[in-house]
């Protein structure tokens, strides 16, 4: 006898469905639809909604976002485990420029506990974080006593939100905020990491030699999370700081490390930097230069000057010729040397 076939997934056909408005959401039925999802009790479907009103700027949708996330914070361990939903909504009103302020200010102070083995967990640090850089973004009165508040949360990813935030504020008043975050320092160093490049892009050369002082820091997070930001910054200035760091360095990982800074600066005179030491360098250093370089070898010229100075070495020359294709050709991410 055969067997009878199970009943569909409602929940797997409204996200279906959902999924197909990406063809054309602003039909009539496409309309109907996005409500429906938004009045659902599902999460997932709210939250498969809520980014396609956010992904298409569909601004007709933004009531019903709000009154979801009104209801979401009802007895939101059940109705919204983990956040899901409330995360996709705040992120769906920031890109649809809306300015709901009630909204964002009960997000940021909300704490959500939900049992964990052991224990309870506090799951609305992400939402904390988004929801202070939505007040920074509509320029809030409360917004950096909020930011104040969450630079100091106990969970990480509202600390690192809050430090992202931070990066579009006003100058005068995150800079010093930033500072202060920066000299009290943080056990996460990905934290200290959003600070330095929150810093650098509000206030750049006033901070770059502040930051460019934890180079020289004691634990090798911060050393690194100092350099990744110097070098994303791409400012032409951070270049010396990066390469006296890196040519005082005693150790071969910071030096890795530098090397990869330098090389997200992009700019002519940290090329030129890496590809002399491809073709002139000893030899682990020459290999770490050459994985550094790697990201910009989409270039066709770059990738043909990094070859003819790798060409110059035999210890060099295969490894080069094998590894840039593979970078050129594939995903572009740089692999372990």
């Known amino acids: 006898m055969a067997r009878r076939k199970r009943a569909s997934d409602p929940l797997g056909g409204?996200?279906?469905?959902?999924?197909?408005?990406?063809?054309?959401p602003t039909t009539p039925a496409a309309v109907t639809e996005l409500?429906?999802?938004?009045?659902?009790?599902?999460?997932?479907?709210?939250?498969?909604a809520a980014e396609i009103a956010g992904e298409f700027e569909i601004t007709e949708r933004e009531p019903e976002l709000a009154a979801s996330f009104g209801r979401l914070m009802i007895d939101p361990t059940?109705?919204?485990k983990a956040c899901v939903a409330k995360a996709a909504i705040i992120e769906a009103l920031v890109r649809l420029g809306a300015e709901q302020p009630d909204?964002?200010?009960?997000?940021?102070?909300?704490?959500?506990?939900e049992p964990v083995w052991g224990g309870c967990k506090d799951t609305a640090g992400g939402l904390r974080g988004a929801c202070a850089m939505a007040l920074v973004r509509i320029a809030h009165a409360q917004a950096y006593e909020v930011l104040a508040d969450l630079l100091a949360d106990r969970d990480t990813a509202a600390r690192v939100g809050?430090?992202?935030?931070?990066?579009?504020?006003a100058p005068h008043v995150v800079a010093p905020l930033l500072r202060l975050k920066i000299l009290l320092g943080d056990e996460e160093a990905?934290?200290?990491?959003?600070?330095?490049?929150?810093?650098?892009?509000?206030?750049?050369?006033e901070s770059l030699t502040f930051v460019a002082g934890h180079l020289g820091a004691p634990s090798t997070e911060v050393r690194e999370a100092a350099a990744f930001a110097l070098g994303d910054s791409q400012l032409a200035a951070a270049f010396d700081h990066l390469r006296s760091w890196r040519e005082n360095s005693l150790s071969r990982e910071m030096s890795r490390v530098a090397l990869l800074a330098i090389a997200l600066l992009?700019?002519?005179?940290?090329?030129?930097?890496?590809i002399e030491l491809v073709g002139s360098a000893p030899t682990l250093t020459a290999r770490q230069a050459l994985e550094a370089v790697s990201v910009h070898c989409e270039r066709p010229v770059v990738r043909e000057r990094v070859l003819r100075a790798a060409g110059r070495r035999?210890?060099?020359?295969?490894?080069?010729?094998?590894?840039?294709?593979?970078?050129?050709?594939?995903?572009?991410?740089?692999?372990?040397?």
């Open 14 to 24: 409204r996200l279906a469905r959902l999924a197909a408005l990406r063809e054309n």
């Open 35 to 48: 409500r429906a999802a938004l009045a659902d009790r599902s999460m997932h479907a709210v939250a498969k």
């Open 78 to 80: 059940e109705t919204d």
């Open 103 to 113: 909204i964002y200010l009960a997000g940021a102070r909300h704490i959500q506990l």
């Open 162 to 169: 809050a430090a992202e935030a931070a990066g579009h504020g």
């Open 190 to 205: 990905r934290v200290l990491g959003a600070c330095f490049g929150s810093l650098l892009r509000v206030s750049p050369r």
């Open 266 to 274: 992009r700019i002519d005179e940290a090329l030129d930097y890496l």
């Open 314 to 337: 035999a210890d060099l020359a295969l490894q080069a010729a094998e590894f840039l294709p593979r970078v050129g050709e594939g995903s572009g991410q740089v692999e372990d040397s």
